[in-house]
Each structure stands twice: as C-alpha cells, then as structure tokens.
C-alpha cells in the first residue's frame, strides 16, 4: 500500500482502533503468562522464589534497555516497521517458551530458555507499544496526542486484564505448552491485520532533536509520569495481599476496579488532555488519584478499599496521557517515537524500583502504610503539573505529521 494512502486514515477512529489490535495482542500473550508461569517454573521445574522472580523479571529489564532503541528505530524506519518487529519478537519469544519444554528433565536449561523468552518478549513489548503510539500519532496527528496515548494504554490494561484469565484457562487445559502456541498465533494473527494498515513514511531527517533536546523535553513530565505510576505498582503489587491480609474475600477486587474505572474514563474522558491541556488534566486528576489511595489506607471493609481502588484508577487514568501530550507537544514528529520510548523507561524505572522499595516500607510497617506513602509520592505529580502549566504555549506547527 503507497505511503500516502495514510491520509486516507489521518484521523480516522478506525485507524486507530486497528492499531489499538496491535497493542491487545501484544500484551494480551504477556498476560498470558503472568498467572501461570510461576506455576510452572515451581511445579515442573521446581524453582524457588528468586529463580521466579529472576525469570519473571527479565522481561522488565529488557523492556526497559529497549525502550530508546524501539523509539529510535520507529523514528528512522517507520512506525508500522516497528510495530511488525514488535509482533514478530512476540512470537519469537514464544517459540522459545515451547523449546524449553524439550528439557524438562534438564530443569536450568529449560529455565534458561523461559529467561531467554521473558527478555524476547520484553524487547517486543517496547517496540509494539512505543511503534504504536508514534503511528497513531503520525496518522491522527500531534493534537490528538493526549487521546492517541490514553486509547492505546487501554488497550495495554485491557489485554492484561483479560489475557490473566485466559492464561489461566489454557494452563489448566494445555499446561504450559497451550500457554506457548497461543504465544505464537496470536502475534502471527495480528500481523495479518496489521499489514493491510497504511504506512506512514518516516519524517524527513531536518529538524529531528537531538538525543539531549528531546531528553530535556521529555524529563520533567517522565518525572511526574513516574510518581504517579506509583498508584498503579502499589494496586498491582499489593492490592491482593492487602485483601487477603485483611480476610477480605475477593482478593482480585482491587485491581479489577482499578483497570474498570480506568478503562471507562480513557473511553469517556480520552479526549480532554488534548481540549483543556495535558497538564490541567494532570493537575486535576492527580489529585483524584492521591485520594483514592488514601480512601484504601482508610478502609476497614472490602467496597471502601475497592472504591479507592477505583479512585486511583480514575485519576491515574488521564495523568499519564495528560503528561505524555506534555512530553511529545513541543518536538516535531520525527522525534516522537524517541520521546515516547524515554516517557515510558520513567514508568519502567518506577515500577522496577519504586514496588521493591514500597515492599520495605510494608515489611517494617505493615501493608496498609504503603497506600499512603504512594499517595505523598503521587501528589508531587500536583506540582510537576503546575510548573507545566507554566510553560510557553505549544506552537500550532507541531501538529502536523510531518509525513
């Protein structure tokens, strides 16, 4: 399909929502196996808690050494380029998975082929989220940056929320191995739909920041991104255990309200950063944010958590689009995708150091201590937007794709 054919679909919500696929698919094979292969490396390997965490994690600290590179890359070579890339690590990555089921009875071998798989599909993650969001930002255009960021992590929460189960399902079905092939078709699936997909040609090198300029753009909303990504560790990390410490039932309540409310709000409120401002938006639902996490400190029964649980979701729901329109408003599109790739290694940076460090604070505390630790943590983000806000206004000329 010719480049220009983009402008077909600049614009279009369709375009949008084909690449929104791209992004379930992705993460929907890293839910996958997020329920089950701590199953797996104890039970059939028979691995202890650092071997998990050690594997588990390696998909993180690929993800987050890729970051630069995948948004590099979609700005040189094309967004869709990157997305395909992404696409076909994830199935790579699965076919590692299932050659490591050939040496069950050589468990560290087989373990070093499941860490091998977890990086794979860590590097995919990077490419797949980052190509996705400079391709629909270069077919909807810069002034819908805010809704183009908001739609596609969407997407990310809703495979996450959904693959969980359905892992869970092909595990007890398929063990490990249904787990591997539906890594595989799902990616090999997707590609189907994404190569009918206009392409957009690569920005023209004039203009493109340097590495320090769009990093001198992009840090002071990473900054603010990062601490209020520690509401969202904080409900991942220790949202079930606080129920279950508690003797609540329904220990998945907490994140399920969070990824509902938040979901909801991105489908109903996507559109305000890029009408009001990102960081106003910010600034406002922050606040929202911190107060859900106090409402959990505060709660003695299961719905007051979960209400908080959904506070938090609700805020952090337009916070980081929000800052992400902030973080991309002022660079030309060829440095979108780089600026994107750097926005997203603060929330990597949070979530790999900001959930360990809050687990300290929960052993020498108690569990309940760390929601309201995050809320201070996640109202500085209150006053990062208000420097923001402060900023000269965004010049009409960066709006266009540049394409």
């Not at 997305?83 to 690590?89: E, F, R, S, T």
């Not at 969070?258 to 559109?271: D, E, K």
Request: charged share 10%; aromatic share 10%.
């Amino acid at each position: 399909m010719p480049p220009n054919s983009a402008q077909n679909e600049r614009g279009s919500p369709l375009a949008l929502l084909k690449i929104m696929a791209a992004v379930f698919a992705g993460f929907l094979v890293i839910g996958f196996a997020l329920p089950v292969l701590p199953l797996h490396l104890h039970d059939a390997l028979g691995f202890g808690p650092f071997a998990v965490g050690l594997i588990t994690g390696s998909q993180f600290v690929a993800s987050l050494f890729s970051r630069i590179g995948a948004g590099s890359y979609a700005d040189n070579r094309g967004s869709k380029r990157a997305v395909i890339v992404g696409l076909v690590a994830a199935a790579l990555a699965g076919a590692v998975y299932l050659a490591s089921l050939a040496f069950l009875e050589r468990p560290v071998a087989s373990a070093a082929l499941l860490l091998i798989g977890r990086a794979v599909l860590g590097a995919a993650e990077s490419f797949v989220i980052t190509g996705s969001i400079a391709w629909g930002l270069a077919l909807l255009g810069g002034q819908h940056s805010g809704k183009v960021i908001a739609w596609v992590g969407m997407a990310m929460f809703a495979a996450l929320a959904f693959g969980a189960p359905v892992g869970s399902a092909l595990f007890a079905a398929g063990g490990f191995f249904a787990i591997s092939i539906a890594t595989i078709m799902v990616p090999v699936a997707t590609l189907l739909l994404i190569l009918q997909l206009p392409g957009v040609v690569p920005a023209a090198g004039a203009g493109r920041h340097s590495f320090l300029s769009v990093a001198g753009a992009v840090w002071l909303p990473g900054l603010g991104a990062a601490l209020s990504s520690t509401g969202y560790g904080v409900i991942l990390t220790f949202g079930a255990l606080h129920f279950a410490d508690r003797g609540w039932h329904f220990v998945w309540l907490p994140f399920t309200a969070y990824a509902g409310a938040l979901i909801l709000a991105r489908v109903c409120l996507g559109h305000l950063p890029d009408k009001l401002g990102g960081a106003l938006i910010a600034a406002i639902f922050v606040l929202v944010e911190a107060s859900g996490l106090v409402v959990i400190w505060l709660a003695r029964e299961p719905l007051s958590a979960a209400l908080g649980a959904g506070l938090t979701g609700l805020g952090y729901s337009l916070v980081y689009p929000g800052l992400g329109a902030e973080a991309v408003g002022k660079l030309p599109a060829n440095s979108r995708g780089l600026a994107m790739g750097l926005y997203t290694v603060f929330l990597d940076v949070a979530l790999g150091f900001g959930s360990p460090a809050l687990g300290l604070i929960a052993a020498s505390t108690g569990l309940s201590t760390v929601f309201l630790v995050s809320a201070g943590m996640v109202s500085c983000t209150f006053v990062i937007a208000l420097v923001l806000l402060r900023r000269p206004p965004r010049r009409a000329s960066i709006y266009s794709c540049g394409q």
